[in-house]
């Protein structure tokens, strides 16, 4: 940038030929944003108390450092399945609020795997920092959203996101019709006569839903059915197809 005027002196002390002032420290900030070390956090885990994580630390810290980003956080899951849900990874759930909160620009992680084995689950993180604009780096797949292809490959995750999201809704549509044409009565089955009998008793002697749940043995929300015209759920994995 040495060299160049700015077109507005009087409000620019820089100088920098062919540009106004505007795009001058537009282009400043620009290259601050291009030089700025990137933050990275670090993901490991493994299923068993018998192995360890510090392999897969040592490795991602230095590819880390080849790559010239600076770790500011290391979230590690010993002795948790990649089954688990994310509430059940404490390490991973704080990994994705931290994601959110914008505290690091690229997670880093040894395998696919260790982020997950449920392809759902999986995809749905991947989205996730997608739409955070955090990056990601896999080491034994040799993927870096950081580059020009990682970003390709990224943004072709996103379009079979979207297209198993509309594929899972065609289906149950489907499933719907289907069962509407075969004469079945969608949602939960309706309690008996006797139970309703008994729950409306109940209610009219102001007995409460739990209590009378209780009483009776089913659960509250079929309690809260009775006599309100309630709507049941529809069970959509008994009808996909």
């Known amino acids: 940038m040495m060299g160049l005027e700015c077109n507005d002196p009087p409000r620019c002390a820089n100088t920098m030929t062919g540009l106004s002032h505007n795009r001058y420290w537009r282009a400043i900030m620009t290259y601050r944003k291009s030089t700025t070390r990137k933050r990275a956090a670090i993901y ?8 360890t994580v510090d392999n897969q630390r040592l490795e991602l810290e230095q590819a880390a ?66 739409a955070l604009g955090v990056d990601l780096y896999l080491h034994q797949q040799g993927i870096d959203t950081t580059t020009p292809a990682g970003k390709a ?66 659960p509250p929300c079929r309690v809260g059915q009775v006599g309100e015209g309630v709507s049941p759920t529809l069970d959509v994995e008994s009808i996909v197809p």
């Open 44 to 51: 490991i885990r493994v299923s068993t108390d018998g192995q």
């Open 65 to 130: 450092k080849s790559a010239g980003w600076e770790i500011v956080g290391i979230y590690d899951d010993n002795g948790v399945s990649g089954a688990k849900s994310r509430e059940q990874r404490e390490a991973f759930d704080r990994l994705c609020k931290d994601a959110t909160r914008r505290k690091f620009d690229v997670v880093m992680s040894w395998s696919v795997d260790r982020l997950g084995r449920s392809l759902q689950d999986l995809v749905g993180f991947l989205s996730e920092l997608h």
């Open 153 to 218: 490959m990224f943004q072709m995750m996103g379009v079979f996101a979207e297209f198993e999201r509309t594929m899972i809704q065609e289906r149950v549509k489907a499933g719907l019709a289907r069962a509407k044409a075969q004469g079945k009565t969608l949602g939960r089955p309706k309690v008996n006569g006797d139970v309703e009998k008994a729950v409306l008793a109940a209610r009219e002697k102001g007995t409460g839903k739990r209590k009378i749940s209780k009483q009776l043995g089913i």
